[in-house]
């Protein structure tokens, strides 16, 4: 079976979020049930500057304005096609903005560019390349699937993955006649959304199956509350709707052969997580004493309930925690942090960046990793916490809610607690959630329990890979019948 991956990211070229560590990891846990996968990314600096120049494979004459070449290559056991088109992707800054972190004005273009040369290829533009299925990632991916209903390829089975249905690339209606789509698509039941153009609802109205990150976010976006103006056509849409929760890559987030940790270690050793613990104190200038280490690894926004986070911070300190923070975001969030830092000197340490090694340190040697997000379509830091032995403390919420076992007095006697849920998503129930905590921190057996049982859970792909393998299956024999 041969898959066409459409996505803004992949790890371990280009990433902003969780999307880049799946769209990498998939094609690799797919390859071993027999799906082989293509991935169609946009040619960006970093992308471009991983290979050498070769004779491209197609090339395009005008593709949203000027020239564009697709490239054919092979990194890191990903098989990528790569869409280098200067005029849309030859910037400094990040994929979506530039580095002060304004979007560019122009990202309808980039994106639907990205749309354009994924349709074709879906429509045979490869010679001896013939998808049997194109799985589109987010908004930045899913007009490949309006190009291809309105194109050559609407017979092709298509899956739009939603990562979070807050990020909807919704644009002006003036667009739509740059966009080379038939007048027939500016409808309802096409590209149309609340009188502009709207690239995710596009998306989800032209794929054949629809999936999310986890269950429970798949229920979630069929309410107001979570489906951000999109819960009408989520909610038609339902019988086409799963939820597969995404798993990790195990073998670069393996605390035994980690290359980044002060110290590996495994369920069997988890005392020498003491090391990575005095990396982070150091790090963060943490004093050093015998209660837990809290860190937070994340986006800074107010989906993630950093502002939460912040509001509660001086408690948390009296709690006896000690917490680490890394993250990047809103310039006001990253301020109260700081802030919260110097008001806690050895107690509150904060570094506002992206470091993806920090963040491999922090999970091996910090006691626990808070998640308090308002909604969280699957979250991977609860993941790697519990492969690491960094029990999550998490909102009751999207994915957190699927992959954390509470630690109620049932669980904990029946020993399978993995780490600590809250609800509902305010201070107090997160403060409490963090006292609980540090309370079953004093008690360590336990405590070493809660970390050995997260440690066997399986985060792997092995599980949801199946399940997409499945679904790709289930539509190809849709479209025999
Ligand atoms: P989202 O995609 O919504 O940001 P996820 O939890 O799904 O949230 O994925 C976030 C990913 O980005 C994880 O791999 C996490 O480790 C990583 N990450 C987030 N912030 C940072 C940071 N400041 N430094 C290093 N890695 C980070």
Known sequence: MQVLSVTPEIFPLVKSGGLADVAGALPIALAKQGVSTRTLVPGYPVVMGAFSRMKPLLTYSDIQGSEARLFAIDISGLDLLVLDAPHLFDRI??????????EWADNWRRF??????GADIAAGAIPGYAPDIVHAHDWQAAMTLAYMRYGKA?????????????????????IFSELGLPASAMSIDGVEYYGGVGYMKAGLQ?????TTVSPTYAQEIRTPAFGMGLEGLVNLRAADLTGIVNGIDVDIW????????????????????????????ERFQLDQDGGPILCVVSRLTWQKGMDVLSSILDEVVASGARLAILGSGDVALEAALLAGAARHPGRVGAIIGFDETLSHIMQ???D???????FEPCGLTQLYGLRYGCVPIVARTGGLA??????????????????????????????HAIRRAVAVYADRPVWASIQRQGMKSDVSWARSAGKYAQLYRSLISRKAA
């Open 93 to 102: 800054g990040g994929p979506y903005g530039d580095a002060s972190g304004a």
């Open 112 to 117: 639907a560019a990205l749309g354009q040369v």
């Open 154 to 174: 609407a017979g092709v089975p298509s899956v739009m993955t939603v990562h979070n249905l807050a990020f909807q690339g919704r644009f002006p209606a003036a």
């Open 206 to 210: 032209a794929a054949w199956a629809i």
């Open 254 to 281: 393996d605390p035994a052969t980690d290359r980044h940790l002060a110290a590996n270690f495994s369920a069997k050793t988890v005392k020498l997580r003491t090391a990575n613990k005095r990396a982070v104190e």
């Open 364 to 366: 091996g040697g910090c």
């Open 368 to 374: 626990a990793i808070v998640i308090p997000s308002r």
């Open 402 to 431: 699927d992959t954390v076992i509470e630690a109620n007095e049932a669980a904990l006697g029946a020993g399978v607690a993995t780490g600590f849920q809250f609800a509902p998503e305010n201070g107090n129930s997160f403060l």
